[in-house]
């Protein structure tokens, strides 16, 4: 669920993440259902065989098994019922309508219900609110100044809206209807066509690309020639396995024909040019293809915090090495050597650089799992780097690659590799952060030998999130108090997006515990936030639901409150996570 939540970016004070059940929340969880007489299939049945029922379900969050649990089917299965037990047709069509838009958290419009079924509010209010009481609701929305429907849940919308439309032309029929009456005009209309239209949930519609081609025929029909219309049409045929690259590039030119300033389409374009370079028979071609797409994502690396653009570098550069270096156990050809060295170097750089920044960013973390499995371990392009290395010892991302891909074999000589690079090259912080990360692999990890590749990884002005957090730690574990408020000053004034500051990290475990768990009490607590003390560390745990624990949990803590936690890190500090109370 907490995905859905990071488009109210800095303005989120804070959000409670549902996780998995563990088997000591089922019985909290039970207990409470007895107590409140809300057990319902499950009452006749023994405390025993209701745990055993739960745990069936653990692996589903708590909504969906508190819904499965209590009535014995299927969250689907009971959202269908509940569907068909509307009586009237008209409410019906309405609840499908919202259920079409809210499963991508967008609102509908009471005008645009209206253009649709003819039902306007006050016919909504008069007729149709007793029977989707509890199922649609209706709030006033200043934005368009009109009424905006909303289902529960988003979860929900999307279960009833996959499972009452069966089949991908009915699917597609209801996308149709909606974009005809849509009126880009309204705020909230033009969200709802930006959602229908995104070339993954139209992918994802239908596997036919003909029904995605009409729905963003219509869309484009609709509103016109807008540049991002244009660029899904070219998304689609570029993400499509029958798609038509040809196409995509003549709709991003008519995009960019329109709007030739806006980012996103240069980045389109430049991963359109990779495309065409993988699809060329002709090696000069693919060549030309990529240099313009690097050209491209140079120009916009004026943003550096971009993780699209470092993401997009480090793709083409290891799709030129794929095809130099076909498979795990091929060794590049002699004339070839230094080529594939300076594409091994554009990718550790571009992944060196945007996972430094983002390291939960998906295509970040995909394209260095294809730059590994394409070194592999222990075949010939793994010694390919190391009789590269005896000859070259400077190439610095040629090291780290190297190190990357002997580290779990041979430690030593990977943290060798990289510090022979560093006598070359002693200030650069790709090649600091890599011994560094190395050494924390070797043995305790806030030892006096850290600091100096520690103070090296990094400067107090770039945006490299995982070591400022890593600074964060290393003070605040070896009780520094002016080095760590130094640390966390400088982290927390980080020129990246909050959710990356905030996100906890680095786990450091109780090495006097056997779970590695501390203990301590809260002596702070408010609506959102408190603190957590352990006497014998430097600074106070920080302690909040999104880092801390899930929502049932924080509800019962108070000041004073004796709890368990494991310390992760963040740009504030030290934060307790997976919080228990004790007392």
Same mark, same amino acid.
Not at 231 to 240: G, K, T
């Given at each position: ?337 230094? &080529? ?5 170097? #554009?990718?550790?750089?571009? +992944? $060196?650089?945007? %996972?430094? *920044? /983002? ?78 990360? &190395? ?5 305790? #990890?806030?030892?006096?030998? +850290? $600091?100096?590749? %520690?103070? *090296? /990884? ?78 014998? &560390? ?46």
């Amino acid at each position: 669920l907490s995905g859905g939540l990071d488009q109210f970016g800095d303005n989120l004070k804070f959000r409670f993440e549902l996780r998995n059940l563990t088997e000591e929340e089922i019985e909290l969880l039970l207990a409470k259902l007895e107590e409140y007489q809300c057990l319902g299939m499950l009452e006749p049945q023994s405390p025993q065989e209701r745990l055993d029922v739960f745990l069936r379900l653990a692996d589903k969050q708590l909504l969906v098994a508190l819904y499965e649990a209590t009535q014995g089917k299927l969250l689907e299965d009971i959202l269908v019922d509940e569907y068909h037990r509307i009586l009237l047709t008209e409410a019906q069509e309405l609840y499908l309508i919202v259920c079409t838009l809210h499963q991508f958290r967008v609102g509908v419009r009471a005008g645009l219900v209206r253009r649709l079924t003819g039902v306007n509010f006050e016919q909504f209010r008069g007729r149709l609110l007793g029977p989707l009481t509890g199922i649609v609701s209706a709030d006033y929305d200043t934005g368009p100044r009109d009424y905006v429907y909303r289902a529960r849940h988003s979860h929900i919308a999307g279960i009833v809206f996959n499972n009452i439309l069966s089949t991908h032309s009915q699917r597609v029929n209801q996308f149709l209807r909606i974009l005809d009456a849509i009126d880009p005009s309204y705020s909230s209309d033009n969200a709802a066509l930006r959602e229908l239209i995104n070339w993954r949930n139209v992918r994802d519609l239908s596997p036919n690309i003909e029904d995605g081609r009409r729905i963003l025929a219509t869309a484009l029909n609709a509103a016109g020639e807008e540049p991002f219309i244009l660029q899904q049409m070219a998304l689609l045929e570029m993400n499509s396995s029958t798609g038509n690259l040809k196409s995509a590039r003549e709709y991003l030119d008519r995009a960019q024909d329109i709007a030739p300033w806006d980012r996103t389409l240069k980045h389109s374009r430049a991963n359109l040019l990779g495309r065409e370079a993988n699809a060329a028979n002709d090696g000069l071609i693919a060549k030309s293809l990529r240099g313009d797409a690097k050209k491209l994502l140079r120009e916009l690396r004026s943003d550096r915090a971009d993780p699209y653009v470092s993401s997009l570098n480090a793709q083409l550069a290891i799709d030129e090495l794929r095809e130099i270096l076909p498979s795990r156990t091929a060794e590049p050809a002699p004339e070839k050597e230094a &080529l594939v060295l300076r594409l091994i170097t #554009d990718a550790e750089q571009a +992944l $060196s650089e945007g %996972l430094s *920044r /983002s390291p939960e960013f998906q295509n970040l973390i995909l394209q260095s799992s294809r730059l590994r499995a394409l070194l592999g371990e222990g075949d010939k392009a793994e010694r390919f780097l190391a009789n590269a290395l005896a000859r070259q010892a400077h190439l610095e991302f040629v090291a780290i690659a190297y190190a990357k891909a002997i580290r779990n074999r041979d430690l030593p000589t990977a943290i060798s590799a990289v510090r022979t690079a560093l006598q070359h090259k002693s200030t650069s912080k790709p090649l600091n952060q890599m011994l560094f990360d &190395l050494m924390m692999q070797e043995a305790d #990890d806030h030892r006096d030998e +850290l $600091s100096g590749s %520690l103070r *090296r /990884s990094f400067t107090d002005g770039d945006g490299n999130t995982v070591m400022h957090v890593h600074a964060v730690r290393y003070h605040f574990l070896r009780g520094d108090r002016a080095a760590f408020e130094h640390a966390r000053t400088t982290a927390s004034n980080m020129q990246v997006a909050r959710k990356d500051k905030d996100r906890p990290r680095l786990p450091f475990m109780n090495r006097d515990t056997k779970d590695g768990r501390f203990v301590g009490d809260i002596t702070s607590l408010g609506e959102a936030y408190g603190f957590v003390t352990v006497p014998s &560390l430097l600074d106070r745990m920080y302690l909040r639901p999104i880092a801390s624990c899930d929502a049932d949990v924080w509800e019962t803590l108070r000041q004073g409150s004796k709890v368990s936690f494991v310390m992760t890190f963040n740009a504030r500090g030290a934060i307790a996570s997976e919080v228990r109370r004790l007392d």
